[in-house]
């Protein structure tokens, strides 16, 4: 073991970004021309405040996560009892109030009837999961079905499987070879919708349709209307193909219900569930499936065990977060924050949706979403996006444009003056950029 003398305490003569870029490794940048990275020391409902006292409206809640504004006192106090009592034990032959609690009190609000919660670390693993479950669940069952179907331009996630299931693109460019063939499909419209259903009753070989409902978040926001999915869904029903719906991004409120899938006829065997669920205070993820799917994992025989987990499974710190988080979610005046949201939105985009610079915008619950007209196909990688992200940023607010698309996926409880500045900051982009 090396003698603790050759370590080399911080040197704090260096500002904290300075730090940083000595030893850190950011995600989504490239690391060879990034900018300094904001130090932020603080949280308070909408706003984060950097080293320098500088206010930020996070007006994409830190990656979608936090929708009842930083530091709220009710969460931390809940999580601050929690780590007195019991901070984490492992979940393979033990069990503890929290996880029990939680899949109790969330199950019954999930759209259609999940009966199972299979936790885990992130959306990504939740992904993961799901489509374990469905592969295995046809294996089990003495039906081996391998095909997957997906959305062109999804984004399901960063690991392995997750990158198979989303659509091919800069994300994935590096691993295309080794990621799993997958079938995809265009985003349902009443020009395609008989195409596509048809496509899909002849399909034999497919284990399951995973699809973000109604919107698509990282592959640029891009919305769809319920009815065509519910079409899908009926579709692959007759099939015999198994429904996964993505909710990690769109869950607890984003879309005006509690949960997209709220608005479907047709409802999913499974559920994947993050971001939103532990009020943005850590990481958690959760897998629901019905009786149907869990049923086929029963056995005498050891190998129809499903064979996954993670260290951190189920800890107890997240889910007391998560309680916490849902009954501030099931309250009236949280309900009323979200439709006051997304009312502003409507107001704003019929203000917005005829400049001559704006090539759509579109909106979906407290989600809007503006295509920037750059006289070129749209991009992840514009060179407007950079542009904004500072032009905004100086501005006071956290908009992380998705190339040349700016959305705004605020925090519940974000007041309606704040909603006013950042509108009024997009005007003045349209007007000078």
Known sequence: MSDTSEFQAPD??????????????????????????????????????????????DAVSSWWVNIHGHSHPYIAQKVAEQLSVLEHVIFAGFT?????????????????????????????TAVEVALKMCLQYWDNKGKPKTRILAFKNAY???????????GRSIFTDAFNSLLFDVDFIELPNADNIEELTAYISQL?????????????????????????????VSACRKAGILIIADEVMTGFGRTGTY??????????????????LTGGTMPLGITTCTD??????????????????????ANPIACVASLASLDILLKEE??????????KHAVFLQEIKGHTKVKSVRQTGTIIAIEWETGNETSYLSNLRNLLYAYFLDKGIILRPLGNIIYILPPYVISDADLDYIYGA???ALAEI
């Open 12 to 57: 704090t003569n260096l500002n904290l970004a300075e730090r940083d870029k000595k030893v850190i490794w950011h995600p989504y940048t490239q690391m060879k021309n990034a900018l300094p990275h904001i130090p932020i020391v603080r949280g308070e409902g909408v706003y984060v405040f950097d080293e320098n006292g500088k206010k930020y409206i």
């Open 96 to 124: 503890h109030e929290p996880a029990v609690l939680l899949a109790e009190r969330l199950l019954p609000i999930l759209p259609g009837k999940q009966d199972k919660v299979f936790y885990t670390d992130n959306g990504s």
């Open 156 to 166: 399901h996630g960063d690991t392995f499987g997750a990158m198979s299931v989303s």
């Open 204 to 232: 034999t070989d497919t284990a399951c349709f995973i699809f973000e409902p109604l919107i698509l978040g990282s592959g640029g926001m891009l919305m769809y209307e319920a009815k065509y999915l519910d079409e899908l």
């Open 259 to 276: 949960f997209a899938c709220e608005k479907l006829n047709q409802k999913p065997d499974i559920i994947c569930l993050s971001k939103g």
């Open 292 to 313: 149907e799917i869990f049923d086929a994992f029963l056995s005498e025989d050891k190998l129809k065990t499903l064979y996954h987990g993670h260290s951190f499974t």
């Open 334 to 343: 949280t309900l009323a924050n979200i439709k006051r949201v997304e009312a």
């Open 426 to 428: 997009i005007k003045q």
